[in-house]
Every structure is written in structure tokens, then in C-alpha cells.
């Protein structure tokens, strides 16, 4: 009900967003959570929901490592709690195309077990026994046995009723286009009214046009296949592939389909699907699993990432203020839910933002 105080808004129900809101009513302060859609309907229910740090983090990316391999080591922990969230300790490979990429896959091996992780190197026979399905021609890959993969729709779920169950309350299609404070007040602005609070935490991802952050979010889309599964487990795990001409793709089982991905295009707030993005996906797709050709397309769609200029993510507190941003989860939003929801929450109610997160707050970088 507009005009209604709340003790903290939440404003925008993503991966962040819904993981913050169920971890401040765990602490006995459930928020108000605005969306401009329905919760979920931004990058959240887009994604892969791979929670891959081996495979994620680039070379000088070790702050970013450090957080994600944290974040994943919670999801058992969350998935007890939270219920059937499709999580799968399945652990994740990534594969080399071609000969000519085997350097760079290698390398990148070299780098994951430098940084303590456990990555197994796999020739192609090796390889093979595990992935039966693949194309005779790839020489060589990887194994992640830590990494896995749950079902967004599934976690979105459990997390606004979680977070409901403990006093949360949900405003969808309800777009906050300013945020102003007066005294110790907030007041949102919505299309029905305005709203009061005393503590704003606006994790937006990329936000509705016309409502203006004080810094820039870069949308990266993600173009995205369903197809039906040949057979249930035919694939055990997601597999990554690289390859110099084609780019990069993935492929995830889900329960009775598989997701193929995902493009990563600057095109601005354009969602759409293009035949270019598809065309690169599924020729991806078809070179490393040659008897996927003949599988039903279920479902297309296309995800906006929110990234920041520097690519990493964006913990903002305005000095002096109750008001905090979130941003740039970019590619691991998914991955990163669990530390955001339990760090934002202690930044939030103890005033201190958890060493982890801490090289990704705006005074330090
Ligand atoms: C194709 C694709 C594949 C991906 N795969 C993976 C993966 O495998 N693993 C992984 O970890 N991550 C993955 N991601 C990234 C992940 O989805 C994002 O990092 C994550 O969703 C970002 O969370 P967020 O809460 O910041 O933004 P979002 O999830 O986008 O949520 C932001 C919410 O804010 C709302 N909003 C915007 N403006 C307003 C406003 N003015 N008022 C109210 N509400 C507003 C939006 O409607 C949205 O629901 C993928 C993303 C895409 C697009």
C-alpha cells in the first residue's frame, strides 16, 4: 500500500535482491522488495545458474575467485534450507575444440590448480568415457569435480517464499523511478504512489529507463536455447567449450532439457534474439555434441547481464546515508547470491561489509 513505512525497501527482486531480502527476515527484518516486473524476471531467470568459479574467473581476477569459491561452498548449505532449488553438485568440464586450443585450456588449468583448486586434466579417450556424447574431434579438456548448477526458476521460487514465510513483502510491476530522502526518511516513487523507509538497498541489475544510478551499468546480452534432453542424464554436467574461431558456448542439463549458451553482446537495452546469436550457439553447440541435431528447440530467449565498466561487482553506501547500491554481478550473479544476501545483510545491519566483498566497494576500487 503506497505511503505504507517499511524499515528497509529492497528495490529490485533479482538474484541479489531476493537473496538479500531472505537474509535480512532471517534477522528478524523483513523487507519491503519492489520489481519493476514479476521477482526474478530480469538476468535472474535468464541465466544458466552454473555456479562455475574455476571456469569463471579470468587470470587477474583473484578477488573475484576468492568471493565466488565462498559463495559456492554455501550453496549445499542453502539448498538444505531453502528446499528444492535444482541444486547438483555435478561438478563442470571445459573443453578445448580444437588442437590449436589446447594451450590456452591448458593454461588455464594451470592457473585454477596454481590458485589451490581442485582441476583434473582429461585427454580425449579419457575424456570421452565420461562425456560419451561428445564429437570424436575434441582433443582434450577439463574437470571441475567442486563446481555445479541449479535451476533459477527453482531458486527464485524457494527465495521469495522463504523470504515471504518470515514477513517479506512482494510489490511486482511496481517500477521505483526516484529514491529522495528527507530527515531519516526514503520515499520511493512508484506509478501508484510513493513509499517510505529507512533503509534503501536498490540492487536494480540493469534498471528501468528513466530511474538514474550514480554510475554506469553496461548490459551484456545473453542469447539462450532450450532443447529437449535425447535422453534423461544424457548430459551428467555443464560443459564449457573454447574455441578460437567459434568463441565461447555452454551447455546445461536441466531436468528434461538442456540449455545451450550464451552470447555476450553490448547492444544496449535490445532483448532481442538474433539469427547471428543463434546461428553461434547452436553451430557451437552441434560441433561438440553431433547428435544433438536432430533434438526439439523448446524455448529461445535472451538475458541482460548488468555489468560495470571494470567488469567486476559494485558495493556502494552513499556516505552518511541508509542508502546502498548493488550492482555489476554480471556473469555471476547466481554463483555470488549467497555471499551478497549474507554479506549485504551484515554491511547493512553491522556496518561493516565483509572482507570478501570489500575490494569490491566503490572507495576501494
Ligand atoms: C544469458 C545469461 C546467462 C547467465 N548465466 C549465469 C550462470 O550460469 N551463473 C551465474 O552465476 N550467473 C549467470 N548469469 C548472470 C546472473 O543472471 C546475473 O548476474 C544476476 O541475475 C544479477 O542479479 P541482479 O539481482 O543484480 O540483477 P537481476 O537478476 O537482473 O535483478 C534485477 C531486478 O531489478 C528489477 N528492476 C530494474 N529496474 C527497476 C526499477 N526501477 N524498480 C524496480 N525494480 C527494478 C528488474 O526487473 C530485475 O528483476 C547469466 C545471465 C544471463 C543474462
Known amino acids: ?21 531472505w537474509q535480512l527476515a532471517k534477522q528478524g527484518h523483513p523487507p519491503y522488495v519492489f520489481d519493476a516486473r514479476g521477482a526474478g524476471e530480469g538476468a535472474m531467470t535468464a541465466s544458466a545458474g552454473m555456479l562455475s568459479p574455476a571456469y569463471e574467473a579470468e587470470f587477474e581476477e583473484l578477488s573475484l575467485l576468492r568471493a565466488m569459491l565462498t559463495s559456492r561452498q554455501r550453496y549445499p548449505e542453502w539448498a538444505a534450507e531453502l528446499g528444492d532449488i535444482g541444486y547438483r553438485p555435478s561438478g563442470t568440464y571445459e573443453l578445448a575444440l580444437m588442437p ?12 585454477e590448480q596454481a590458485q589451490g583448486l581442485t582441476v583434473e586434466w582429461l585427454e580425449g579417450a579419457a575424456l570421452r568415457k565420461r562425456l560419451p556424447h561428445i564429437s570424436p ?15 533459477p526458476e527453482y531458486l527464485r521460487d524457494r527465495l521469495v517464499e522463504a523470504a515471504q514465510k518470515l514477513g517479506a513483502v512482494f510489490h511486482s510491476h511496481t517500477p521505483i523511478m526516484r529514491v529522495e530522502c528527507t530527515g531519516s526518511t526514503y520515499y520511493l516513487h512508484g506509478p501508484a504512489g510513493v513509499y517510505e523507509a529507512e533503509v534503501v538497498i536498490l540492487c536494480v541489475g540493469v534498471p528501468t529507463e528513466g530511474l538514474e544510478l550514480p554510475f554506469r551499468v553496461y548490459p551484456v546480452r545473453g542469447q539462450m536455447v532450450a532443447i529437449e534432453a535425447p535422453a534423461p542424464d544424457w548430459l551428467p554436467a555443464p560443459v564449457r ?12 542439463p536441466k ?3 538442456i540449455i545451450l549458451g550464451g552470447t555476450a553482446e553490448e547492444k544496449g537495452l535490445d532483448p532481442s534474439l538474433t539469427v547471428g546469436g543463434l ?3 547452436l553451430r557451437r553447440a552441434y560441433f561438440v555434441f553431433p547428435d544433438l541435431y536432430e533434438s526439439r528447440i523448446l524455448r529461445t530467449w535472451a538475458g541482460l547481464r548488468p555489468a560495470t565498466e571494470a567488469r567486476v561487482p559494485l558495493f556502494y553506501k552513499v556516505p552518511g546515508q541508509r542508502l546502498y547500491y548493488v550492482n555489476g554481478l554480471y556473469r555471476n550473479g547466481i554463483l555470488l547470491a549467497p555471499l551478497v544476501g549474507e554479506g549485504v545483510t551484515r554491511w547493512v545491519l553491522e ?3 565483509p572482507d570478501l566483498l570489500h575490494p569490491f566497494s566503490v572507495e576501494r576500487l
Open 351 to 353: 556496518g561493516q561489509l
Open 100 to 111: 590449436e586450443d589446447v594451450p590456452y585450456v591448458q593454461r588455464r588449468v594451470a592457473f
Open 255 to 257: 531436468p528434461g532439457y
Open 241 to 252: 567449450y573454447f574455441n578460437r574461431m567459434m568463441g565461447y558456448g555452454y551447455a546445461v
Open 137 to 151: 574431434r575434441i582433443p582434450a579438456g577439463s574437470f571441475a569435480p567442486d563446481e555445479g548448477h541449479i535451476v
Open 279 to 281: 546461428l553461434d550457439i
Open 1 to 21: 500500500m503506497p505511503g505504507k513505512a517499511a524499515e528497509v525497501a529492497v528495490v529490485g527482486a533479482g538474484a541479489a535482491g531476493l537473496a538479500i531480502a
